[in-house]
């Protein structure tokens, strides 16, 4: 049985894929407001968001304050600030900006709760899973 409170992080190559993965999502249980896709691109996120079932981070996910301080952030900065916002901890999301950085696209199933600060959840699932 799946727990839907968990967040899992799915990295993949391409749009099929995203749909794909977004289906496996859906099928274990995960609402389509609680899935969204992450690109280095605001224009490449937002062109896949148009042609999947996934949806990109917002301000309800990822706070008010943390989506105001994006106007004034680097890309990298508000990247890891939206990952940071779902849970995942600052070591992993500057891996994961790094697998962005390669062209790679996140598709993350959010367990549905808000982080701030330094908080982090443990329990997040990678795939593929990376010896850190």
Do not use: C
Request: glycine letters at 6%.
């Amino acid at each position: 049985m799946n727990n839907l409170s968990n967040t899992k992080v799915h990295t993949v190559n391409n749009v099929v894929e995203v749909q794909e993965q977004v289906y496996k999502f859906q099928t274990e249980g995960y609402h389509k407001d609680k899935i969204f896709v992450l690109t280095h691109d605001k224009d490449r996120t937002k062109r896949i968001v148009e042609n999947t079932d996934a949806e990109k981070i917002g301000v309800a996910e990822e706070g008010f304050g943390s989506a105001i301080a994006n106007i004034f952030r680097s890309n990298g900065d508000e990247l890891r600030a939206k990952m940071r916002s779902l849970g995942i901890s600052e070591q992993e999301s500057q891996r994961l900006e790094r697998e962005l950085d390669q062209d790679k696209i996140l598709v993350i199933a959010w367990g549905g709760k808000e982080y701030t600060g330094e908080e982090f959840d443990p329990a997040v699932y990678y795939y593929p899973h990376y010896v850190v």
